[in-house]
Nanobody, 123 residues
């Protein structure tokens, strides 16, 4: 079993930055494929960013060039650095962990999920 706990969300003005953290416990973190998803009010949960055990990454087009995903295996933590935030980035952000490679943008590729952290971007 793996437990994921997100932190770092909050209220920020458009153009600002936030860094989300996701701390993992319970299993060997370095083996996991990690991702961030988000869900805005009234919308479906969507893929944001992905990082594999070798730190290869991929991003949704909507965040490419503004968001950066990274991991620190020594701290069992994955990060999402969000810059140039826009009001449309407002959502609950979820961390997810997968035990094996699958299509990174699909929610069903992940075995474990955090509880989410709220990000609100004001205009």
């Amino acid at each position: 079993q793996v437990q994921l706990v997100e932190s770092g969300g909050g209220l920020v003005q458009a153009g600002g930055s936030l860094r989300l953290s996701c701390a993992a416990s319970g299993r060997t973190f370095s083996d996991f494929f990690m991702a961030w998803f988000r869900q805005a009010p009234g919308k479906e949960r969507e893929f944001v960013a992905y990082i594999n055990p070798r730190s290869n990454t991929s991003y949704a087009d909507s965040v490419k060039g503004r968001f950066t995903i990274s991991r620190d295996n020594a701290k069992n933590t994955v990060y999402l650095q969000m810059n140039s935030l826009k009001p449309e980035d407002t959502a609950v952000y979820y961390c997810a962990a997968g035990e094996r490679y699958s299509m990174p943008w699909r929610q069903t590729s992940y075995n474990y999920w955090g509880q989410g952290t709220q990000v609100t971007v004001s205009s």
